[in-house]
């Protein structure tokens, strides 16, 4: 069951600015789901980071690219990241 004061998929998505807004106005304390609602002014968020998969697999590309062999990647570590 999804908690009451949520808000969450595509509308909040377009809601952002709105919802940033109005958790400011009333003093709510907030923490977003995705680093774009702190672009837009949130105060913080908690959630996976969505471009660093991108910065990695082009890294894989470039790689293979240059000749190495796709077997021979290497697994890569997992790191905490946080926005500031």
């Known amino acids: 069951m ?3 004061n949520r808000v969450s998929g595509a509308q909040s998505s ?4 709105l919802i940033i807004t109005l958790a400011a106005r009333h003093r709510l304390p907030t923490a ?5 609602f702190v672009t837009a002014g ?6 996976p980071d969505t471009i660093e ?4 697999a ?3 590309v470039d790689r293979i690219l ?5 077997g021979n990647h290497t ?3 997992h790191h905490l990241t946080s926005d500031q």
């Open 66 to 70: 240059k000749g190495e062999k796709p």
């Open 53 to 56: 998969p991108y910065r990695r």
């Open 75 to 77: 697994s890569q570590k």
């Open 42 to 47: 949130g105060p913080l968020s908690y959630g």
């Open 32 to 36: 977003y789901p995705l680093r774009f």
């Open 14 to 17: 377009a809601y952002r600015e």
């Open 2 to 4: 999804e908690h009451p």
């Open 58 to 60: 082009a890294g894989y």
